[in-house]
């Protein structure tokens, strides 16, 4: 008993605790990050037992991109370009512009204002988790969906009807599917910002319809960006709006090429990196606030 006392105050045994800590540490980080990719997993098994709603979707913006192509080509006429898009190139960035949002869009600013009405945000804050990321893992699930059943198949049926052209460059295809990845972090970042803020508002219903409309006009999704007047198209160019929709359709376009993909793959990154700083005072702010309107 002497010894097994003594051995427990040596360096030995302080050692061997601190090992044994370190080891428990890493488990609860594995346990920690399985948690996070079940949330992913949970997301998009939801969503595949729904799937019969975005077989309708894909006919839906099928058709949206049918509305929108021979509305570019009646005002194309006979021009050939129009706002540094030859004719071609509106079709194909229509096409793709509308399948990529049915990638990168989800309703976690909805969720996280229910979350707040119901009190149920009480509950997760103080789970082991952080709310906000396992928010962003449920978006990725959700997403990960949308692009194998969804826009894939939606810009299949959209080459079958439209003349649509894709990229040859693989320099292009694999800027525009790392940007198509960024998309979905800036506007979940924007809308998790807006889910945050029926903290503080109390009902964010109008502001969040807001958002939605003023994220598909000024984004690029509607109307390209290079079309607006050149005052309000360099105001939007400071702006993250243009991160989600314009730029990854102009690198899929042709647009932008070589260096130029670099450039505005850097112009997501800074918006991804500035917009951390307005959710993160945010979820702290609502930490620290927790005012529920449910309870």
């Known amino acids: ?12 045994g302080n050692r061997d605790a601190g090992v044994e800590g370190q080891r428990d540490k890493r488990s609860e980080r594995r346990l920690l990050l399985q948690a996070y990719f079940d949330f992913i997993r949970i997301r998009f098994l939801t969503m595949l037992a ?9 006919l839906i913006y099928s058709l949206n991109i049918g509305v929108n192509y021979f ?7 006979q021009g ?15 096409a793709v512009s509308w399948m990529a949002r049915a990638f990168y869009f989800n309703n976690l600013d909805r969720e996280i204002s229910s979350d707040i009405r119901d009190g149920s945000i009480a509950i997760q804050f103080i789970r082991p988790y952080n709310y906000v990321l396992a928010k962003m893992m449920q978006g990725l699930g959700e997403g990960m969906f949308r692009f194998m059943l969804f826009m894939i198949p939606g810009m299949a049926l959209a080459m079958l009807l439209f003349p649509v052209r894709l990229p040859h460059d693989p320099a292009a295809w694999a800027g525009f599917l790392v940007m198509l990845f960024f998309s979905f972090l800036i506007n979940s970042q924007l809308n998790v910002i807006t889910g945050l803020l029926a903290f503080f508002v109390e009902n964010n219903e109008g502001l969040m319809r807001m958002k939605r409309v003023v994220v598909d006009l000024f984004s690029g999704l509607i109307i390209p960006i290079s079309l607006f007047p050149g005052w309000l198209s360099a105001i939007l160019k400071l702006l993250p709006f243009q991160a989600i929709t314009y730029l990854p359709g102009s690198v899929f376009t042709g647009r ?24 993160f005072w945010l979820y702290r702010a609502a930490r620290q606030r927790l005012f529920v309107q449910g309870g």
């Open 1 to 12: 008993m002497f010894n097994a006392l003594s051995e427990a105050g040596s360096p030995r």
């Open 50 to 58: 729904y799937r019969l709603n975005y077989y309708t979707g894909i």
């Open 71 to 77: 509305t570019w080509k009646a005002i194309y006429g």
């Open 80 to 94: 050939e370009s129009l706002g540094g898009f030859t004719a071609s190139q509106m079709t194909t960035y229509v």
């Open 256 to 279: 932008v090429q070589g260096v130029g993909i670099w450039n505005v793959f850097g112009v997501q990154l800074i918006w991804f990196a500035l917009l951390l700083i307005p959710l």
